[in-house]
């Protein structure tokens, strides 16, 4: 999703203060980019910001975006970008994955821990999830801040034709004309179907603000995410082969599955799948499977 990524990464840089405060849930009074690659490593972490807030305390604020695919698994990156990010800025660090695409993240509780020989955590290690695509389209409507709702496509809407219809009015009330041209340029990239694309876009036409958008770069950005999602179900087709050939080996090794078990392997994606396979090697016991 790397179109995505830069789209997103540019809404949230020009509305940070915005996207701070919906994170945060607390006034802020200005959120400041830092460099995303961190030192003595080839780490890159999607957004970073120096938050300033309202009552004169300071954090870091650190985004990622991600969707169904991921190299691996979103927990160990975390544990990569975290500890980078509190030793760098020595702040208050609040860390948020927000999941894009139905399914994203299903299994991400955002607590993970490594135990030692006795069973005892070690190391433990917190981030906030977000899916999107479970979050009612109302949550984001009565956030109070403008720039998000150029997610709302993303959200689960029960009821798109007035919740769009209102999203688009209040983009062309609040918004100055370069902020409407990020916001509009962003909602319309992150529809999810081409219907509500066509809806959009006649609500924009009625005072030409269709105009003013990049829609070269729309309908490229559409193109892609078409070829995005043609890959995607070839390696869904993929991921669903090798669920197969792990529960049958979970079988043959511990016998019957629990139902939870079963669940849990078949909505896995791919390298989570290769992570489990791999401990199934040296594990002893199911549980030592999934830990």
């Given at each position: ?40 490593a ?6 970073v910001?120096?938050?300033?807030l ?12 991600q ?6 698994p ?8 975290m ?6 800025y ?90 409407r ?26 005072d ?41 080996l ?31 090697l ?10």
């Open positions: 999703m790397a179109e995505t990524d830069s789209l997103l990464k540019r809404l949230v840089n020009a509305f940070s203060v915005d996207f701070a405060s919906w994170m945060l849930g607390l006034p802020v009074q200005a959120a400041v980019p830092l460099p995303s690659e961190l030192p003595a080839t780490v890159r972490v999607d957004q910001f120096h938050v300033h309202a009552d004169a305390r300071h954090m870091l604020l650190h985004l990622e975006w969707g169904r695919r991921s190299h691996a979103m927990s160990w990156r975390m544990l990569e970008y500890p980078r990010l509190a030793s760098t020595r702040l208050a660090l609040e860390s948020v994955v927000l999941y894009l695409g139905r399914g994203a993240g299903r299994d991400d509780t955002g607590l993970h821990q490594v135990q030692g020989l006795t069973g005892a955590p070690v190391l433990a290690w917190h981030y906030r999830v977000i899916r999107l695509w479970e979050m009612p389209a109302e949550v984001l409507l009565q956030a109070g801040r403008l720039a998000p709702l150029a997610l709302i496509g993303q959200t689960d809407l029960a009821d798109p034709v007035p919740t769009l219809t209102t999203v688009v009015a209040r983009m062309r009330q609040e918004a100055t004309e370069p902020q041209q990020h916001l509009l340029t962003a909602l319309l990239a992150l529809l999810p179907n081409e219907e509500m694309v066509t809806m959009v876009e006649r609500l924009l036409e009625e030409d603000v269709l105009a003013e958008l990049d829609l070269p770069y729309l309908r490229r950005l559409r193109e892609q995410s078409r070829a995005e999602g043609r890959a995607e179900g070839r390696a869904e087709g993929r991921a669903e082969g090798e669920a197969t050939m792990l529960l049958q979970l079988h043959t090794r511990f016998g019957p599955l629990p139902t939870d078990v079963t669940t849990r392997v078949t909505t896995a994606d791919a390298d989570t799948l290769l992570h489990w396979s791999t401990r199934l040296s594990a002893q016991t199911l549980a030592e499977v999934f830990r």
